[in-house]
Protein backbone atom coordinates (compact mmCIF):
# COMPACT_ATOMS: atom_id res chain seq x y z
CA UNK A 1 0.00 0.00 0.00
CA UNK A 2 2.20 2.55 0.64
CA UNK A 3 4.45 2.09 -2.34
CA UNK A 4 1.75 3.09 -4.68
CA UNK A 5 1.94 6.21 -6.34
CA UNK A 6 -0.41 9.27 -4.01
CA UNK A 7 -2.46 10.92 -7.37
CA UNK A 8 -4.16 13.59 -6.69
CA UNK A 9 -7.11 15.33 -8.65
CA UNK A 10 -7.06 18.97 -9.73
CA UNK A 11 -10.12 20.08 -10.72
CA UNK A 12 -13.38 17.95 -10.39
CA UNK A 13 -15.67 18.51 -12.65
CA UNK A 14 -17.09 16.81 -15.97
CA UNK A 15 -14.23 15.43 -17.56
CA UNK A 16 -12.88 14.75 -14.10
CA UNK A 17 -15.75 12.32 -13.48
CA UNK A 18 -14.53 10.63 -15.80
CA UNK A 19 -11.25 9.93 -15.08
CA UNK A 20 -12.60 8.79 -11.46
CA UNK A 21 -14.80 6.47 -13.42
CA UNK A 22 -11.22 5.39 -15.22
CA UNK A 23 -9.43 5.18 -12.32
CA UNK A 24 -12.25 2.68 -10.33
CA UNK A 25 -12.44 0.67 -13.16
CA UNK A 26 -8.79 -0.17 -12.93
CA UNK A 27 -8.80 -0.31 -9.16
CA UNK A 28 -11.20 -3.17 -9.85
CA UNK A 29 -9.47 -4.66 -12.48
CA UNK A 30 -6.63 -5.42 -9.79
CA UNK A 31 -4.41 -2.35 -10.90
CA UNK A 32 -3.12 -1.32 -7.90
CA UNK A 33 0.19 1.08 -8.42
CA UNK A 34 -1.71 4.19 -7.22
CA UNK A 35 -4.43 5.61 -4.95
CA UNK A 36 -6.36 8.39 -4.95
CA UNK A 37 -4.92 10.12 -1.94
CA UNK A 38 -6.51 13.73 -2.67
CA UNK A 39 -8.86 15.67 -4.31
CA UNK A 40 -8.94 19.65 -4.84
CA UNK A 41 -11.22 22.04 -6.62
CA UNK A 42 -11.12 25.30 -6.14
CA UNK A 43 -15.54 25.14 -5.67
CA UNK A 44 -14.77 23.00 -2.72
CA UNK A 45 -18.34 21.37 -2.78
CA UNK A 46 -16.83 19.28 -5.93
CA UNK A 47 -14.25 18.48 -4.24
CA UNK A 48 -16.22 17.20 -1.44
CA UNK A 49 -18.63 15.18 -4.02
CA UNK A 50 -15.39 13.48 -5.81
CA UNK A 51 -14.14 12.38 -2.20
CA UNK A 52 -17.37 11.09 -1.20
CA UNK A 53 -18.33 8.87 -4.37
CA UNK A 54 -14.37 7.45 -4.13
CA UNK A 55 -15.00 6.90 -0.52
CA UNK A 56 -18.17 4.51 -1.46
CA UNK A 57 -16.04 3.04 -4.01
CA UNK A 58 -13.06 2.18 -3.02
CA UNK A 59 -13.73 2.87 0.49
CA UNK A 60 -10.52 4.98 0.95
CA UNK A 61 -11.64 8.85 1.44
CA UNK A 62 -8.92 11.43 0.02
CA UNK A 63 -8.24 14.43 1.79
CA UNK A 64 -9.93 17.06 0.19
CA UNK A 65 -7.85 20.84 -0.84
CA UNK A 66 -9.53 23.81 -2.16
CA UNK A 67 -6.23 25.49 -3.57
CA UNK A 68 -3.23 24.36 -5.62
CA UNK A 69 -1.06 26.00 -2.83
CA UNK A 70 -2.98 24.33 -0.14
CA UNK A 71 -2.71 20.54 -1.39
CA UNK A 72 1.42 21.18 -1.77
CA UNK A 73 1.53 22.42 1.28
CA UNK A 74 -0.66 19.65 2.85
CA UNK A 75 -0.85 16.80 1.01
CA UNK A 76 1.09 14.22 0.36
CA UNK A 77 1.42 13.37 -3.51
CA UNK A 78 3.09 12.00 -5.92
CA UNK A 79 1.27 12.45 -9.00
CA UNK A 80 -1.38 15.20 -10.25
CA UNK A 81 -4.13 14.78 -12.91
CA UNK A 82 -5.73 17.97 -14.18
CA UNK A 83 -8.97 18.97 -15.58
CA UNK A 84 -9.42 22.66 -14.87
CA UNK A 85 -11.03 25.09 -17.37
CA UNK A 86 -8.24 25.85 -20.35
CA UNK A 87 -6.96 29.30 -18.25
CA UNK A 88 -5.77 27.41 -15.18
CA UNK A 89 -4.25 24.49 -16.52
CA UNK A 90 -0.66 26.07 -16.77
CA UNK A 91 -1.70 27.99 -13.22
CA UNK A 92 -2.28 24.04 -11.31
CA UNK A 93 0.58 22.19 -13.42
CA UNK A 94 3.89 24.74 -13.36
CA UNK A 95 3.66 24.49 -9.44
CA UNK A 96 3.49 20.50 -9.16
CA UNK A 97 5.49 20.43 -12.16
CA UNK A 98 8.15 22.92 -9.69
CA UNK A 99 8.23 20.50 -7.11
CA UNK A 100 9.51 17.53 -9.48
CA UNK A 101 5.52 16.21 -9.27
CA UNK A 102 4.28 14.36 -12.87
CA UNK A 103 0.82 16.09 -14.08
CA UNK A 104 -1.55 14.40 -16.90
CA UNK A 105 -3.52 17.48 -17.87
CA UNK A 106 -6.60 17.28 -20.22
CA UNK A 107 -6.42 18.18 -23.61
CA UNK A 108 -5.96 21.11 -24.84
CA UNK A 109 -3.06 21.38 -22.70
CA UNK A 110 -2.61 24.90 -21.51
CA UNK A 111 -4.79 27.87 -22.99
CA UNK A 112 -1.82 29.27 -25.23
CA UNK A 113 0.97 28.16 -26.95
CA UNK A 114 3.14 30.26 -24.72
CA UNK A 115 0.87 28.77 -21.97
CA UNK A 116 1.95 25.24 -23.19
CA UNK A 117 5.62 26.28 -23.57
CA UNK A 118 5.98 27.40 -20.36
CA UNK A 119 4.62 23.63 -18.73
CA UNK A 120 7.24 21.86 -20.50
CA UNK A 121 9.76 24.32 -19.70
CA UNK A 122 8.71 23.41 -15.98
CA UNK A 123 8.63 19.81 -16.73
CA UNK A 124 11.95 19.71 -18.43
CA UNK A 125 13.74 21.60 -14.89
CA UNK A 126 12.52 19.01 -12.71
CA UNK A 127 12.94 16.22 -14.58
CA UNK A 128 8.73 15.35 -13.95
CA UNK A 129 6.79 14.12 -16.77
CA UNK A 130 4.00 15.93 -18.47
CA UNK A 131 1.12 13.41 -19.97
CA UNK A 132 -1.82 14.97 -21.86
CA UNK A 133 -5.42 13.15 -21.48
CA UNK A 134 -6.05 12.94 -25.34
CA UNK A 135 -7.91 9.67 -25.21
CA UNK A 136 -9.16 9.87 -28.62
CA UNK A 137 -6.41 7.96 -30.58
CA UNK A 138 -6.24 5.43 -27.63
CA UNK A 139 -9.61 4.09 -28.42
CA UNK A 140 -10.00 0.42 -30.51
CA UNK A 141 -11.82 2.64 -33.21
CA UNK A 142 -9.20 5.16 -34.09
CA UNK A 143 -6.10 2.68 -33.34
CA UNK A 144 -7.95 -0.15 -35.98
CA UNK A 145 -8.61 2.73 -38.44
CA UNK A 146 -5.04 4.44 -38.31
CA UNK A 147 -4.11 0.88 -38.95
CA UNK A 148 -6.42 0.93 -42.14
CA UNK A 149 -5.47 3.79 -43.55
CA UNK A 150 -1.16 3.85 -42.73
CA UNK A 151 -0.40 0.35 -42.66
CA UNK A 152 -2.64 -1.75 -44.29
CA UNK A 153 -3.13 1.03 -46.56
CA UNK A 154 -6.65 0.23 -47.91
CA UNK A 155 -7.90 3.73 -48.96
CA UNK A 156 -4.65 4.06 -51.26
CA UNK A 157 -3.06 7.11 -50.76
CA UNK A 158 -5.15 9.76 -49.09
CA UNK A 159 -6.38 12.61 -51.09
CA UNK A 160 -8.91 14.57 -49.86
CA UNK A 161 -11.76 14.85 -47.09
CA UNK A 162 -14.75 15.94 -45.80
CA UNK A 163 -15.70 16.60 -42.22
CA UNK A 164 -19.14 18.85 -41.29
CA UNK A 165 -20.86 18.90 -38.89
CA UNK A 166 -24.27 21.81 -39.10
CA UNK A 167 -26.54 22.16 -36.76
CA UNK A 168 -28.43 24.16 -34.14
CA UNK A 169 -27.55 22.72 -30.44
CA UNK A 170 -28.52 24.56 -27.62
CA UNK A 171 -26.53 24.40 -24.73
CA UNK A 172 -26.88 25.65 -20.64
CA UNK A 173 -24.90 28.87 -20.98
CA UNK A 174 -25.82 29.67 -17.20
CA UNK A 175 -23.56 26.30 -16.13
CA UNK A 176 -20.22 27.55 -15.08
CA UNK A 177 -18.90 24.73 -17.77
CA UNK A 178 -20.41 26.53 -20.51
CA UNK A 179 -20.13 29.89 -19.20
CA UNK A 180 -15.95 29.49 -19.12
CA UNK A 181 -16.39 27.51 -22.63
CA UNK A 182 -18.21 31.19 -24.23
CA UNK A 183 -15.20 33.37 -23.01
CA UNK A 184 -11.95 33.63 -24.94
CA UNK A 185 -10.23 33.95 -21.77
CA UNK A 186 -10.93 31.22 -19.93
CA UNK A 187 -11.27 28.75 -23.02
CA UNK A 188 -8.70 30.70 -25.29
CA UNK A 189 -11.35 29.96 -28.48
CA UNK A 190 -14.57 27.70 -29.02
CA UNK A 191 -15.31 24.58 -30.23
CA UNK A 192 -12.26 24.62 -32.30
CA UNK A 193 -10.27 24.83 -29.59
CA UNK A 194 -12.25 22.56 -27.32
CA UNK A 195 -13.23 19.23 -29.34
CA UNK A 196 -11.45 20.39 -32.04
CA UNK A 197 -7.94 19.58 -30.69
CA UNK A 198 -9.28 15.74 -30.75
CA UNK A 199 -9.64 16.57 -34.24
CA UNK A 200 -6.64 18.13 -34.95
CA UNK A 201 -4.92 15.51 -33.03
CA UNK A 202 -6.19 12.60 -34.92
CA UNK A 203 -5.52 14.23 -38.30
CA UNK A 204 -2.18 14.80 -37.45
CA UNK A 205 -1.80 11.15 -35.99
CA UNK A 206 -2.61 9.77 -39.02
CA UNK A 207 -2.37 11.93 -41.81
CA UNK A 208 1.07 13.84 -40.44
CA UNK A 209 1.63 17.40 -40.91
CA UNK A 210 -0.24 20.23 -41.67
CA UNK A 211 1.32 22.76 -44.31
CA UNK A 212 -0.81 25.61 -44.59
CA UNK A 213 -4.80 26.45 -43.09
CA UNK A 214 -7.35 28.56 -44.00
CA UNK A 215 -10.14 29.76 -41.88
CA UNK A 216 -13.13 31.80 -41.52
CA UNK A 217 -14.75 31.85 -38.67
CA UNK A 218 -17.98 33.53 -37.02
CA UNK A 219 -20.21 33.85 -34.15
CA UNK A 220 -23.68 34.31 -34.65
CA UNK A 221 -25.19 33.89 -30.92
CA UNK A 222 -23.43 36.16 -28.34
CA UNK A 223 -25.77 35.61 -25.13
CA UNK A 224 -24.78 37.40 -21.66
CA UNK A 225 -22.49 35.11 -19.44
CA UNK A 226 -21.31 34.76 -15.53
CA UNK A 227 -17.74 34.38 -15.99
CA UNK A 228 -16.28 32.79 -13.75
CA UNK A 229 -12.97 33.57 -11.88
CA UNK A 230 -13.59 37.40 -11.83
CA UNK A 231 -14.57 37.78 -15.49
CA UNK A 232 -17.76 39.05 -14.48
CA UNK A 233 -20.38 39.48 -17.11
CA UNK A 234 -19.92 39.46 -20.16
CA UNK A 235 -21.27 38.90 -24.04
CA UNK A 236 -19.89 35.15 -24.70
CA UNK A 237 -16.72 35.98 -27.65
CA UNK A 238 -15.88 32.64 -29.35
CA UNK A 239 -16.89 31.31 -32.55
CA UNK A 240 -20.03 29.28 -32.68
CA UNK A 241 -19.26 28.29 -37.20
CA UNK A 242 -16.33 28.12 -38.88
CA UNK A 243 -15.59 26.81 -42.80
CA UNK A 244 -11.76 25.56 -43.29
CA UNK A 245 -9.22 24.10 -44.92
CA UNK A 246 -6.02 22.36 -44.48
CA UNK A 247 -3.71 21.25 -46.31
CA UNK A 248 -1.21 18.83 -45.15
CA UNK A 249 2.49 17.89 -46.53
CA UNK A 250 1.77 15.28 -48.13
CA UNK A 251 -0.34 16.75 -50.73
CA UNK A 252 -3.93 15.40 -48.80
CA UNK A 253 -6.26 18.10 -48.85
CA UNK A 254 -9.30 18.35 -46.07
CA UNK A 255 -12.26 20.34 -45.64
CA UNK A 256 -13.60 21.03 -42.08
CA UNK A 257 -16.49 22.78 -41.04
CA UNK A 258 -19.04 23.41 -37.98
CA UNK A 259 -21.48 25.45 -36.99
CA UNK A 260 -24.16 25.24 -33.69
CA UNK A 261 -26.26 27.99 -35.35
CA UNK A 262 -27.35 26.25 -38.51
CA UNK A 263 -30.84 26.09 -38.26
CA UNK A 264 -32.80 23.76 -40.46
CA UNK A 265 -30.92 21.40 -42.31
CA UNK A 266 -28.81 19.29 -40.40
CA UNK A 267 -25.06 18.04 -41.92
CA UNK A 268 -23.34 15.13 -40.35
CA UNK A 269 -20.30 13.62 -42.34
CA UNK A 270 -17.41 12.39 -42.37
CA UNK A 271 -15.60 11.00 -45.13
CA UNK A 272 -11.71 10.62 -46.89
CA UNK A 273 -11.45 9.61 -49.76
CA UNK A 274 -8.44 8.16 -50.99
CA UNK A 275 -7.01 6.78 -54.20
CA UNK A 276 -8.65 3.20 -53.84
CA UNK A 277 -11.73 4.08 -51.42
CA UNK A 278 -12.88 5.42 -49.02
CA UNK A 279 -13.71 5.54 -45.17
CA UNK A 280 -17.40 6.99 -43.68
CA UNK A 281 -16.74 7.83 -40.16
CA UNK A 282 -18.97 6.07 -38.04
CA UNK A 283 -19.89 8.93 -35.51
CA UNK A 284 -19.09 12.06 -38.19
CA UNK A 285 -18.09 14.56 -35.02
CA UNK A 286 -15.06 16.05 -33.64
CA UNK A 287 -14.02 13.22 -32.44
CA UNK A 288 -12.48 10.94 -35.30
CA UNK A 289 -13.03 7.25 -35.90
CA UNK A 290 -13.95 7.02 -32.10
CA UNK A 291 -16.30 4.38 -33.37
CA UNK A 292 -14.31 3.29 -36.64
CA UNK A 293 -16.05 3.85 -40.04
CA UNK A 294 -16.64 1.52 -43.01
CA UNK A 295 -14.42 0.92 -46.18
CA UNK A 296 -15.81 1.59 -50.11
CA UNK A 297 -13.69 0.62 -52.23
CA UNK A 298 -13.46 1.97 -56.24
CA UNK A 299 -15.43 -1.46 -56.61
CA UNK A 300 -18.18 -0.32 -54.91
CA UNK A 301 -17.93 -2.79 -52.13
CA UNK A 302 -18.38 -2.14 -48.31
CA UNK A 303 -16.30 -3.40 -45.47
CA UNK A 304 -18.04 -2.60 -42.21
CA UNK A 305 -15.88 -1.78 -39.16
CA UNK A 306 -16.25 -4.43 -37.48
CA UNK A 307 -14.95 -7.21 -40.78
CA UNK A 308 -11.85 -4.22 -40.53
CA UNK A 309 -11.37 -4.45 -36.40
CA UNK A 310 -11.43 -7.81 -36.71
CA UNK A 311 -8.67 -8.05 -39.34
CA UNK A 312 -6.47 -5.11 -37.25
CA UNK A 313 -6.51 -7.66 -33.84
CA UNK A 314 -5.92 -10.89 -35.66
CA UNK A 315 -2.46 -8.94 -37.00
CA UNK A 316 -1.91 -7.77 -33.15
CA UNK A 317 0.80 -9.31 -31.21
CA UNK A 318 -0.36 -10.38 -27.58
CA UNK A 319 2.79 -8.03 -26.61
CA UNK A 320 1.03 -5.37 -28.58
CA UNK A 321 -2.27 -5.71 -27.95
CA UNK A 322 -1.37 -5.78 -23.91
CA UNK A 323 0.10 -2.46 -24.28
CA UNK A 324 -2.10 -1.05 -26.78
CA UNK A 325 -5.31 -2.70 -24.88
CA UNK A 326 -4.10 -2.93 -21.22
CA UNK A 327 -7.16 -5.19 -19.34
CA UNK A 328 -8.78 -5.96 -22.35
CA UNK A 329 -9.41 -1.74 -21.97
CA UNK A 330 -10.47 -0.50 -25.13
CA UNK A 331 -11.61 3.18 -24.08
CA UNK A 332 -9.39 5.85 -24.43
CA UNK A 333 -10.37 7.60 -20.93
CA UNK A 334 -8.96 4.09 -18.37
CA UNK A 335 -6.31 3.91 -21.40
CA UNK A 336 -5.06 7.13 -20.36
CA UNK A 337 -5.20 6.90 -16.55
CA UNK A 338 -3.26 3.30 -17.20
CA UNK A 339 -0.74 5.04 -18.92
CA UNK A 340 -0.27 8.15 -17.05
CA UNK A 341 0.40 5.49 -13.79
CA UNK A 342 2.68 3.19 -15.85
CA UNK A 343 5.00 6.33 -17.45
CA UNK A 344 5.53 7.72 -13.91
CA UNK A 345 6.54 3.71 -12.52
CA UNK A 346 8.54 2.81 -15.57
CA UNK A 347 9.67 5.84 -15.08
CA UNK A 348 9.18 6.34 -19.19
CA UNK A 349 7.10 8.94 -21.34
CA UNK A 350 3.13 8.75 -21.94
CA UNK A 351 2.07 8.22 -25.12
CA UNK A 352 0.27 11.40 -25.64
CA UNK A 353 3.25 14.17 -23.78
CA UNK A 354 3.72 17.78 -24.13
CA UNK A 355 5.21 18.10 -27.72
CA UNK A 356 2.45 16.47 -29.54
CA UNK A 357 -0.40 18.51 -27.67
CA UNK A 358 1.74 21.43 -28.61
CA UNK A 359 1.26 20.56 -32.54
CA UNK A 360 -3.00 20.23 -32.01
CA UNK A 361 -3.26 23.28 -30.08
CA UNK A 362 -1.09 24.91 -32.97
CA UNK A 363 -3.09 23.46 -35.52
CA UNK A 364 -6.21 24.81 -33.99
CA UNK A 365 -4.88 28.23 -33.47
CA UNK A 366 -3.45 28.66 -36.70
CA UNK A 367 -7.53 28.66 -37.77
CA UNK A 368 -7.99 31.74 -35.49
CA UNK A 369 -5.13 33.08 -36.88
CA UNK A 370 -6.03 32.40 -39.87
CA UNK A 371 -9.18 34.34 -39.66
CA UNK A 372 -7.66 37.12 -38.13
CA UNK A 373 -5.20 37.95 -40.95
CA UNK A 374 -7.85 36.82 -43.66
CA UNK A 375 -5.03 34.69 -45.01
CA UNK A 376 -3.45 31.18 -45.16
CA UNK A 377 -1.71 30.53 -42.04
CA UNK A 378 0.99 27.67 -41.20
CA UNK A 379 1.01 25.94 -37.94
CA UNK A 380 4.65 25.48 -37.43
CA UNK A 381 4.88 29.51 -37.37
CA UNK A 382 2.04 29.36 -34.66
CA UNK A 383 3.86 26.99 -32.76
CA UNK A 384 7.23 28.52 -32.89
CA UNK A 385 5.41 31.53 -31.54
CA UNK A 386 6.05 33.73 -34.75
CA UNK A 387 2.65 34.61 -35.32
CA UNK A 388 0.44 34.92 -32.50
CA UNK A 389 -2.03 37.89 -32.45
CA UNK A 390 -4.92 36.11 -31.73
CA UNK A 391 -3.60 34.72 -28.58
CA UNK A 392 -2.13 37.84 -27.62
CA UNK A 393 -4.52 39.28 -25.39
CA UNK A 394 -5.15 36.11 -23.81
CA UNK A 395 -0.85 36.16 -22.89
CA UNK A 396 -1.34 39.86 -21.90
CA UNK A 397 -4.83 38.75 -19.58
CA UNK A 398 -3.13 36.63 -17.58
CA UNK A 399 0.61 37.44 -17.72
CA UNK A 400 1.59 34.13 -19.53
N1 LIG B 1 -11.27 14.62 -23.32
C1 LIG B 1 -12.53 14.98 -23.49
O1 LIG B 1 -13.30 14.35 -24.21
C2 LIG B 1 -13.02 16.16 -22.72
C3 LIG B 1 -14.39 16.41 -22.58
C4 LIG B 1 -14.77 17.52 -21.80
C5 LIG B 1 -13.81 18.34 -21.23
N2 LIG B 1 -12.49 18.07 -21.43
C6 LIG B 1 -11.43 18.93 -20.85
O2 LIG B 1 -11.44 18.79 -19.43
C7 LIG B 1 -11.09 20.03 -18.81
C8 LIG B 1 -12.20 20.43 -17.87
O3 LIG B 1 -13.42 20.50 -18.58
P1 LIG B 1 -14.80 20.15 -17.83
O4 LIG B 1 -15.83 20.03 -18.89
O5 LIG B 1 -14.61 19.04 -16.88
O6 LIG B 1 -15.02 21.51 -17.04
P2 LIG B 1 -15.90 21.76 -15.73
O7 LIG B 1 -16.25 23.18 -15.73
O8 LIG B 1 -16.99 20.74 -15.65
O9 LIG B 1 -14.88 21.43 -14.55
C9 LIG B 1 -13.76 22.22 -14.22
C10 LIG B 1 -13.52 22.11 -12.73
O10 LIG B 1 -12.29 22.77 -12.41
C11 LIG B 1 -12.48 23.52 -11.22
N3 LIG B 1 -11.46 24.59 -11.15
C12 LIG B 1 -11.45 25.79 -11.78
N4 LIG B 1 -10.32 26.46 -11.51
C13 LIG B 1 -9.60 25.66 -10.69
C14 LIG B 1 -8.33 25.80 -10.06
N5 LIG B 1 -7.57 26.89 -10.23
N6 LIG B 1 -7.91 24.80 -9.24
C15 LIG B 1 -8.66 23.69 -9.03
N7 LIG B 1 -9.87 23.52 -9.61
C16 LIG B 1 -10.32 24.48 -10.43
C17 LIG B 1 -13.90 24.03 -11.32
O11 LIG B 1 -14.44 24.45 -10.10
C18 LIG B 1 -14.62 22.78 -11.89
O12 LIG B 1 -15.04 21.91 -10.87
C19 LIG B 1 -10.84 21.01 -19.97
O13 LIG B 1 -9.47 20.99 -20.27
C20 LIG B 1 -11.64 20.41 -21.12
O14 LIG B 1 -11.16 20.75 -22.40
C21 LIG B 1 -12.09 17.00 -22.15
Request: net charge positive.
Amino acid sequence: MSDRIKLAMIGCGGMAGAHLTGYEKLLELGYDKFQIEAVCDTNAKNARAFADRLENSTGHRPEVFDTVKGLLKGGKIDAADIGTPHAFHHTTAIPCLRKGIPVMIEKPGGITIKAGKKIMAAAEKSGAIVAIAEQIRRCKGARVMEWVINKAKMIGKPCFFSMEVLGDQEFNWKSYAMAWRGLKLLGGGGMMYDAGVHFADMMLHVFGPVAEVQADMRTFYTPMLNGPAGLGKQRLDVEDTWLATLRFESGLVGHWSFSREAYGYKVRTGVYYGTKGSLRDRQEWMHAFQFGADLRGKDGKEIKYEKLEKQYLKQLSKRKADRLFPYGLDDGISNECWDFIEAIDKQRQPEVEGVAALKAKALCYAFYESNLAGKPISPADVESGKVSAYQRPINQYWKI
